[in-house]
């Protein structure tokens, strides 16, 4: 599989997601009044009290933004993007001095889904980092002409209207695997979704102090090894990025390729290794 297939076998995965995510959200709601007389007129409606329970995509827009509550600079609105249309839903995010200032809009509508991405003209919104438990998000968003964009499936790609950062990362240990081995974890991570009217739209997930165990302890241990992983050699854990984007598919960064390198080296009687692939 190449780098562009794997994208589009996730990006497929992701959409389910959210198509199943909006199902379960959406509701009858008035027009928004303060979207009166701007780009949202008609199709932003009234905002939620707090986000609802969901399925998992739901449950990690939680765990990474919070109840999306009054007090929270994000909020879950209703969302109609074209008159008829189905019901959806968007996040908004508004400048803290009023809808006037400015708004971000990604809408998402049942049907594909189709996603919306709508910036006020004039508009330079800035989040700063919100903690949320062990995650954390930032945004900058500015479309001086207006940013109004449709994609999905079926859509052609259309380059940004305007220029965008949104960055969420997340503290602490996380593994999966078995304690004691085979698995693998990682100490943080980072999630950066940029975009500009001159390059494609990309997204960069990033693997902080990744350590990988290749052998079940009771293995190492009969073949005379303490254990295994990328610190076997006393190198240390390695962070690794992965990005993903129109252009080049899913793929590691600064590979290309959808293998990384870890520094691995295990000796063993008989056995000595001094580096592995992973993908």
Known sequence: MDPNELLSQVTGQLRALAQNAVEGLVRELPEEPSAAGTVLAGRLLAAYDRLPPGNSLVELVREMLGDLDAGSPVRLHGWRRAPGAPLGVALVL?????AAAG????GVTPGGPLFDVVVTPGAALSMPPKATGPWSAEATIAAPGGWDAAFGPGLPPTPPGGTATIRFQRTGRLAAGTADGPGISV???ALTVTADPGTPPAVEVELRELEAAILPAALARLIGVGGSG???GGQGPVT???RADRAG???FAG???LQAPLPLRLNAPGVQTRGLPWN
């Open 94 to 98: 508004t400048d803290p001095s009023g």
């Open 103 to 106: 708004r971000a809009v990604l």
């Open 187 to 189: 100490n943080g991570i």
């Open 230 to 232: 990328p610190m076997a």
């Open 240 to 242: 690794v990025t992965v």
């Open 249 to 251: 598919g899913l793929r």
């Open 255 to 257: 590979t290309g390729a």
